[in-house]
């Protein structure tokens, strides 16, 4: 079976897990800790950071660090995965909904402003969502399959209504917006590490930033608020450090960062070039704003192919592909939540097909990835 996303630990993986056995340290203190934060500031050229036990302790964190209490809002894109509403919603908060734009897969900005025009007031600096009288505390775009949003018209509504800008970037490592890496583009930007991702600590997250408050608050909380090495807290933290083992993978994966970066653009490649031209096939977007980092690489099919059905014959071809995110709006916990017109979320959602996409991908792979497409349409 060629995989979706396989985690590629043919570096110094074993050596590094092996250092924090014979050391002992295989918890949430030790050496790997400490330079697994230092990395994730160095590559994607922050100033603070923070590594924590997922990306969704890490939107949490963030979350709570830019100031979200519980009855709040925030703003999120709908075509997510659930984990960030749900870290929303780990505040005491709720999310509001917002579409997507069609160009670029990330939250609108138009349908942003026009809803917080519609719906919202603002009474002492402060912004309300006028029909439940609820306080908006921030806005948090995501990097939908490592490609950031449109940051600039964002943070100039942000701005606007004095909002918090907190980056869901889960999988964009390696990202670039207009030229420039990405640490620093929101308040705050928080990666995931888990398993699927194109660095990978088996499971693990990271917050970065600019503004040190905002890491140095996340990590105290993240830390069970804790002050110093007595047992003295003065909140009620969150037990969501990294530990030792996880980080040692993650340092390992983080030397071949910019390779894997260059394997998940060569895929995204591979693919339209050999797969361009085909009838009721299109590609993921690709925007002037920004560089992807090519999470996932696959295709959008015409309504005249229903995308399991494709994934069924592909799986019987010895090829995993998958269906992508339903939006959150559409999910169980979160019908009833304030939303948007969903007019791209609702209908793009169905037509997305996730092909294998993982960095130790071999040409003959690609190859019978290529084949097997061919051969369906
Ligand atoms: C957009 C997005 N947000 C949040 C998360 C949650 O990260 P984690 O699985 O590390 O908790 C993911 C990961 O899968 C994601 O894709």
Redesign the pocket.
Known sequence: MIHLAEPNLTGNERKYLNECIDTTFVSSVGAFVSKFEEEVVRVTEADFGTAVS??????HMALKAVGVEKDELVCIPSF??I??AN?VMHCGAQPWLIDIAKDSWTMDPDVLAQELQEKAEVRDGKVYHKSSGKRIAAIMP???LGMPADMDKIKRIAAEYHLPVVA?A??AIGARYKGNNIGKIADVT?F???G??TITCG???ALVSANQQIIEKAHHLATTARCGIEYEHDMVGYNYRMTNIQAAVGCAQLERVDEFVEKKKYIREYYSKHLSGIKDISFFPEVEWAESAC?FSGLVLSDKYEVKKVCELLKEKGIEARTFWKPVHQQKPYVNEERSEMKVADNLWKHVLTLPSSTGITEEELEQVVKAIKEIF
Do not use: I, P, R
Request: net charge neutral.
């Open positions: 997922s990306g969704t302790a890490g939107l997510t995965f984990a960030t870290a995501v990097y939908t869901d889960a999988a928080v995931s590490f888990n699927n991702k499971g693990g997250g999470w």
